[in-house]
């Protein structure tokens, strides 16, 4: 069974652009988390979706932003870039959202810079 | 709100010496604990996890106990291996009860064998 895959792998951007990053979760899962990842903040919670529904959110601001699709693809987008943007954003999948004793799969994640 | 308190590190070792490393959370409920691990340039692997107090959760040699009573999870490996050199983390899931899966994560701990 395929694993969760994450695209693009890289990203340079500048200042004020903003950015999509794309997660495809394992076959069958369902739910989608995003997490940010910061030599500064370590691991954070960004968002967690199910049924193209934003069921959890983390303490970001609202230029952060996600949605799912109906084959449970989800995106994320960055708007207004700054610096402290600059993180690895990992993509998880799981079957089930409201159960806490499932596993999350990690993808390999995306190193956005932003210069 | 629920937190994750991992040992700074990072740990270094030689190859075939023992692995201790602690791991202490804050809950209100009743949380799933995890421990991934990170090689570098990659995301984030399931080592192994445990879903109720006294199980204990086992793989590749690493194990560690859910003990409620001192509220911690600590990793352990008999004889550490190069190809263990890695960053590990302690996780815990959301309470069962609350939406969602959020992972709440500990600093991460890296460790590095030599040979």
């Known amino acids: 069974k395929a694993g969760v895959t994450q695209t693009p792998r890289y990203l340079i951007k500048t200042r004020g652009q903003q950015v999509t990053l794309s997660c495809s979760p394992i076959s069958g899962h369902r739910s989608v988390s995003w997490y940010q990842q910061t030599p500064g903040q370590g691991l954070q919670f960004l968002f967690e979706?199910?049924?193209?529904?934003?069921?959890n959110k983390g303490n970001f601001p609202g230029r952060f932003s996600g949605r799912q699709f109906s084959n449970s693809r989800s995106e994320m987008n960055v708007s207004t870039l700054e610096l402290g943007d600059s993180a690895l954003y990992l993509c998880a999948s799981t079957y089930s959202p409201s159960v806490s004793t499932d596993t999350q799969y990690f993808g390999p994640g995306t190193r956005l810079t932003v210069l | 709100g629920d937190s994750v308190t991992q040992m700074e590190g990072p740990v270094t070792l030689s190859e075939e010496a023992f692995l201790t490393i602690n791991c202490t959370y804050t809950a209100t409920g009743y949380p799933s604990l995890f421990w991934y691990v990170q090689y570098p340039g990659e995301g984030l692997q399931l080592l192994l996890k445990a879903t109720k107090a006294d199980d204990k959760g086992s793989n590749k040699g690493f194990e560690a106990t859910y003990r409620k009573e001192t509220t911690s999870f600590h990793l352990e490996k008999g004889s550490v291996q190069v190809s263990d050199s890695a960053v590990y983390f302690c996780?815990?899931?959301?309470?069962?009860?609350?939406?969602?899966?959020?992972?709440?994560f500990g600093k991460g701990t890296t460790l590095s064998v030599s040979s």
């Open positions: 979706y199910f049924s193209e529904t934003q069921r």
């Open positions: 996780a815990l899931s959301e309470s069962a009860n609350q939406a969602g899966t959020a992972l709440i």
